[in-house]
C-alpha cells in the first residue's frame, strides 16, 4: 500500500482528538503536568502531517521494512551470513595459532625440548641476554615472587 492510498488527513485528525481526550482525563486524573505531556503528544499526529514530515516517515519505514523482508526471506543473504561466520572463525583461529607459535619463541620453527632433558640437567643456569650473569632471587612469600619468577624465566630481571 502506498502513501497516497490512505486518507491521512482524517486519520491524523482522529488520532490527535483521541488523544485529546485522553489527555483530558488524564489532567482530571493524574493533574496538569500528565494532561500537558499528553496533550502534546496528541499533537504530533497533526503536526507531522502539515509538515510534509508524516511522508518522509512512510518512506523510512517502508525502506526499513522491504530490507528487513528481503533480508530474512533471501537465501543469498543468508549464505552471506554463513560466509561471514566461517571468516570470523577462521580469523579467530588463526589468531589462537599465531599466538601459540609466537609463545613458543623462534617463530615456532625449532621443537621444544622434551622435559626430560630439563629435569637432567638441574644445576644448568637460564640464559641472560646479553651476557648479563644470572641473578639468583631470594625465595620469599609474597605474592610477587611468582611474578619475578616469570620475568626471570623470559630473560627480564
Same mark, same amino acid.
Given at each position: ?140 612469600? *609474597? *605474592?610477587?615472587? *611468582? ?11
Amino acid at each position: 500500500m502506498g502513501f497516497n492510498q490512505i486518507a491521512w488527513l482524517p486519520l491524523c485528525i482522529v488520532v490527535t482528538a483521541v488523544g485529546l481526550v485522553f489527555s483530558y482525563l488524564a489532567l482530571r486524573r493524574r493533574g496538569v503536568a500528565a494532561g500537558l505531556r499528553m496533550a502534546a503528544w496528541s499533537l504530533l499526529p497533526m503536526a507531522a502531517y502539515l509538515t510534509g514530515a508524516l511522508q518522509s516517515l512512510w518512506t523510512i519505514g517502508s525502506t526499513i521494512v522491504s530490507f528487513v523482508t528481503s533480508l530474512i526471506f533471501n537465501p543469498m543473504v543468508w549464505a552471506g551470513v554463513a560466509v561471514t561466520g566461517l571468516s570470523v572463525v577462521l580469523f579467530v583461529v588463526s589468531g589462537v595459532m599465531r599466538g601459540r607459535k609466537l609463545r613458543r619463541g623462534d617463530g615456532g620453527k625449532q621443537p621444544k625440548q622434551p622435559k626430560q632433558a630439563e629435569a637432567v640437567q638441574p644445576s644448568a643456569k637460564p640464559a641472560t641476554p646479553a651476557g648479563r650473569p644470572a641473578v639468583q632471587a631470594p625465595q620469599k612469600d *609474597d *605474592d610477587f615472587s *611468582d611474578i619475578e619468577d616469570i620475568l626471570k624465566r623470559r630473560g627480564i630481571s
